[in-house]
C-alpha cells in the first residue's frame, strides 16, 4: 500500500502536524518508502496467532482508589507556556 | 591521583573507599574533563554547581560510614530522565526550557544511593534515532575516528551522548534507554558496554516515553563489571509504573566471575545476513570461540520470524509514539506557536517542535492506527510480534541459556552519512538488536573487537526474561577475551 498526496494531507491534520504544500511531495516519499519496507509482514502466517497485548505475562495491576497528594497546583502549571490563576489558557474554544 | 577520570566504578569505589581521594575531587576531574570536551557536544546541559554539592554530601556520608553503593561516583544521565528541577527536554524543541518538578524513579534510586549528577546528556530526538543526529542540540560526536582520519564519526543513537561521555571519560557511567537498540548499538560504537534490561526490571516512571511496550531503562558503563554495579541501583520494582515487574533485584556484581560452564549458547542461523562484512562475521565467531573455552556449549538455533522484527517494530513503535506524543500540544508545558484557533495553534505548535524524525514516526504511527488500516497494519504487527517473542520462548525451553549474536551490522559511520534520501537506510542499523524489544527480553553489548578502520565492534548476548545475571557472567568472559578498548584523545 502507499500513500497520495491527499491522504499525506489527511493524516497530517489527524496527528495535528501543520504541513504546508511544498514538503507534501517530500513527506509522500518518506512515508512510501517506511510503508514498502513493512509490506514485507504480508508474507507471515499470522492464522490463529493472537496479537501481542503485554511482552511479559503480568496481570494489569490497579492501584487503590485513594487520594495520595494534592496541593501541588503551582507544580502543574509551572512549566505552562500560559497561565493564570492556576488555570492553562488556550485560545478561544467556544464562541 | 594522576588521572581521575579513567578509572572504572568499581576501582573508584575502592578509591573512596581507602581515602585515595575525594567524592569532590573525582567530580571536580569530570568536570574539567567535560569542560575540554564540548566539542563532542555530549551534554547538552552541564549541572557542575549541582555536582559538587551532591559530591560533598557523599563525602560527608562516607567520612561517617554511610556511604550508599554509588557514593561519590559521577555519572551523567540521558536528557529522556526527568530530573527535579534541572531542564529535561527529551532534546526536543517542543519541552523547550522544560523544568520536571519530579524525579524519575531510576535517577532517584540513583541518587538515593549516592551518585552525584555531571549534567544531562544529548540523545536523538524522543529517543527516535540510531545516530544521535536528530537531537534539537546537534549530533553527538564519537570520541573513536578512523585510523589516520579526521572524519567526525556518530556515536549511534539513541543514548548517543551517553556512549559517547563515558568511552570519552566525561563520566564514570551513563543512564540510558533502549527501544529498538537505543542502548546496545551506541554502546557497541564506541567500545562501551550497554544493556537492555528485561522489560519491567527499571521502571519507566518520569522517563519521557517514545512507545511505553518497548521502552527500557539501562547503564552504559566501561566494564561489565560496572554495568551490573550501576543496575543494581537502577532496577526494582516501583508502584509508580503498572509494568514495573514485582521479582526482587539480585546482586549482580556477584554474576561477575561466576563459571559458564555447562551453558549452553544459541548461535541464530539467521542473524548470518547476505553481505554482512567479514570481520563481523570474524568478531561473531571469536565470541563463540571463547565462550566455548570457558565451558560453555555452542549450538546452532533458528529463530525463523528474525526477518520480520524490523518491519514489525517501525508498525508498532511509531503506533505507540503518535498515541505517547499527543500530550505535546503547547497547552501544559513546553513550546507553544500561536494559531487562530485551538487547533492550529496545535498543529503550528507540533510543526514547529518537532523535527523531522519525529514528524515522521508520529505520522506512520497515526496512519497505521486510523480507520480502516488497522488491521492491515498494527493489528498484524501485534501478531508478528507474538510470533518473534515465540522464536525466543522455543529456544529457551530447548534449554539455550543464552544467545549470542553481532551487535550491529557494522561500525560507526560518519555524521551525515546515512538516511539522507531513505530513512530506511538508517533504521537497518538496529537489525540486531530489535527482536530483544519485540520480545521483551534482557541484552547486553559487549565491546569484542576492532574492524579494518581500527573503529569498535560489539557482540551482543540475549538472555531469557529476567536473567541479567547470565549476560553479566557471559559478558565478563568476553570482556576477559577481547580485553578493553580507550580512544586516542584528540579533543
Not at chain 2, 77 to 97: E, M, P, V, Y
Not at chain 2, 217 to 230: K, T
Not at chain 2, 403 to 429: C, H, Q, R, W
Request: with cysteine.
Amino acid at each position: 500500500m502507499s500513500v497520495d498526496a491527499t491522504t499525506v494531507r489527511r493524516i497530517a491534520h489527524l496527528a495535528r502536524i501543520a504541513v504546508s504544500d511544498a514538503e507534501v511531495p517530500h513527506l509522500q516519499g518518506e512515508l512510501n518508502a517506511i510503508l514498502a519496507f513493512v509490506e514485507q509482514l504480508s508474507e507471515v502466517k499470522i492464522d490463529g496467532v493472537e496479537p501481542m497485548t503485554s511482552v511479559t505475562p503480568m496481570e494489569m495491576k490497579k492501584r487503590a482508589d485513594v487520594v495520595k497528594d494534592g496541593d501541588i497546583a503551582d507544580d502543574i502549571v509551572r512549566n505552562a507556556p500560559d497561565a493564570q490563576n492556576h488555570f492553562f489558557l488556550v485560545p478561544k474554544v467556544v464562541e | 591521583m594522576t588521572d581521575l577520570t579513567s578509572m572504572t566504578i568499581a576501582e573508584a569505589k575502592a578509591g573512596l573507599a581507602n581515602k585515595s581521594f575525594t567524592a569532590l575531587e573525582l567530580t571536580d576531574a569530570h568536570l574539567t574533563a567535560i569542560e575540554a570536551a564540548r566539542v563532542l557536544n555530549a551534554y547538552v546541559l552541564e549541572t557542575p554547581d549541582r555536582a559538587r554539592e551532591m559530591a560533598k554530601a557523599a563525602d560527608a556520608k562516607i567520612a561517617k560510614g554511610e556511604g550508599g553503593p554509588l557514593a561519590g561516583i559521577p555519572l551523567g544521565i540521558k536528557d529522556l530522565f526527568a530530573t527535579r528541577d534541572i531542564r529535561t527536554t527529551a532534546c526536543s524543541k517542543i519541552l523547550g526550557n522544560f523544568i520536571p518538578p519530579y524525579e524519575s524513579t531510576v535517577t532517584s534510586q540513583l541518587w538515593r544511593d549516592g551518585a552525584v549528577l555531571l549534567g544531562k546528556l544529548n540523545n536523538d530526538e524522543f529517543a527516535m534515532g540510531s545516530s544521535n543526529e536528530t537531537s534539537c542540540f546537534g549530533p553527538v560526536i564519537n570520541p573513536w575516528r578512523r585510523e589516520g582520519s579526521n572524519t567526525d564519526l556518530v556515536p549511534g543513537g539513541s543514548s548517543g551522548g551517553s556512549a559517547s561521555a563515558v568511552a570519552a571519560l566525561l563520566c564514570m557511567g551513563a543512564t540510558a534507554t533502549d527501544t529498538g537498540g537505543s542502548i546496545r548499538q551506541p554502546a557497541a560504537f564506541t567500545a562501551t558496554v550497554g544493556v537492555k534490561p528485561t522489560y519491567g526490571r527499571c521502571s519507566r516512571w518520569g522517563i519521557v516515553a517514545f512507545a511505553s511496550s518497548l521502552d527500557q531503562a539501562g547503564p552504559i558503563a566501561r566494564s561489565v563489571r560496572d554495568a551490573a554495579i550501576l543496575m543494581r541501583s537502577m532496577a526494582g520494582h516501583d508502584p509508580k509504573d503498572t509494568t514495573s515487574a514485582e521479582i526482587g533485584v539480585p546482586d549482580y556484581e556477584a554474576a561477575i566471575g561466576k563459571s559458564v560452564k555447562g551453558m549452553r549458547i544459541g548461535i541464530p542461523k539467521e542473524y548470518r545476513l547476505d553481505g554482512m562484512p567479514a570481520e563481523i562475521e570474524k568478531l561473531w565467531s571469536e565470541g563463540a570461540a571463547w565462550l566455548k573455552a570457558a565451558g560453555a556449549e555452542l549450538v546452532e538455533i533458528s529463530l525463523p520470524h528474525t526477518k520480520y522484527a524490523l518491519p514489525a517494530y517501525y508498525i508498532v513503535a511509531p503506533a505507540e509514539a503518535s498515541s505517547n506524543l499527543a500530550r505535546y500540544d503547547g497547552v501544559r508545558y513546553g513550546l507553544r506557536m500561536p494559531g487562530r484557533s485551538i487547533g492550529e495553534m496545535y498543529e503550528n505548535t507540533r510543526a514547529e517542535g518537532f523535527g523531522d524524525e519525529v514528524r515522521r514516526r508520529v505520522m506512520i504511527g497515526t496512519y497505521v492506527l486510523s480507520a480502516g488500516y488497522y488491521d492491515a497494519y498494527y493489528l498484524r504487527a501485534q501478531k508478528v510480534r507474538t510470533l518473534i517473542k515465540k522464536d525466543f520462548e522455543d529456544c529457551f525451553a530447548k534449554g539455550v541459556n543464552a544467545i549470542l549474536t553481532p551487535a550491529t551490522p557494522s561500525a560507526a559511520f560518519g555524521v551525515g552519512e546515512k538516511g539522507g534520501a531513505d530513512p530506511v537506510e538508517m533504521y537497518l542499523n538496529d537489525i540486531f538488536t530489535v527482536t530483544v524489544n519485540m520480545a521483551g527480553l534482557p541484552g547486553i553489548a559487549v565491546p569484542a573487537g576492532k574492524d579494518v578502520q581500527d573503529l569498535p565492534l560489539g557482540l551482543q548476548l540475549i538472555g531469557r526474561p529476567f536473567d541479567e545475571e547470565t549476560l553479566f557472567s557471559l559478558g565478563e568472559v568476553i570482556e576477559q577475551a577481547a580485553g578493553r578498548f580507550t580512544p586516542a584523545k584528540w579533543w
